[in-house]
Each structure stands twice: as structure tokens, then as C-alpha cells.
């Protein structure tokens, strides 16, 4: 079991970047990966990128591919999500995932990002 807390969300104009934080306590060896997801109002969660929590590799949606990098610092348990050229429809509530390797999952309590037009 893992605890996942998320961080860096506000409001940010159109073209605008910003950088969200998910710090990962427990036990952190059990994980095999980690994602983000985003849910916008109205709409169903969506995942947004995942990374290997071994290995690095890294898997995004279309939607954010080439704008958004996903990555971790395994010595400070803490992962990444960078968003660049956001745009009004990146506007939703992101939340980190963990994938344990017994197959459980753990989900943070979500950090808002708005982007203005």
C-alpha cells in the first residue's frame, strides 16, 4: 500500500506551463508504475501518462503527447508531470496512480488545473 499526494495545480492562461508533484510514502518497492490521470467536469476519468517506476519508459495520451513529459526521482519517491502549451481543454482535476505489482492500485486526492483562455 502506497500514499499518494498531489501538488503544483492552479490556474494558468492558455500557452502557460506548469508542474505537478506526486509525493509516493509506504512502500514504494512494490511498485511496478505510476500514472496520471485527469478528470474534467462532466466527463470520465482519462489517463494522461505513465511511466515505469523501474525502468522509465513512458506512455502518453494522444492528446498530450509532445506537450506533456511524465517522469520520477525514485531517490525522492516523487513523480512528475511537466505540462507545457497547455489549453483550455487540459482543464480537469489530475490525479496520480500507482500500480502495485500484487495488482492493487492507490490514487491521490487530485490537485486543480485550470487553464483561462
Known amino acids: 500500500q502506497v500514499q499518494l499526494a498531489e501538488s503544483g495545480g492552479g490556474l494558468v492562461q492558455a500557452g502557460g506551463s506548469l508542474r505537478l508533484s506526486c509525493a509516493v510514502s509506504?512502500?514504494?518497492?512494490?511498485?511496478?508504475?505510476m500514472n496520471w490521470f485527469r478528470q474534467a467536469p462532466g466527463k470520465e476519468r482519462e489517463f494522461v501518462a505513465g511511466i515505469n517506476w523501474s525502468g522509465g519508459s513512458t506512455s502518453y495520451a494522444n492528446s498530450v503527447r509532445g506537450r506533456f513529459t511524465i517522469s520520477r526521482d525514485n531517490a525522492k519517491n516523487t513523480v512528475y508531470l511537466q505540462m507545457s502549451s497547455l489549453k483550455p481543454e487540459d482543464t480537469a482535476v489530475y490525479y496520480c496512480h500507482a500500480e502495485m505489482q500484487t495488482g492493487t492500485r492507490s490514487w491521490g486526492q487530485g490537485t486543480q488545473v485550470t487553464v483561462s483562455s
Open positions: 509506504g512502500r514504494t518497492v512494490s511498485i511496478s508504475g
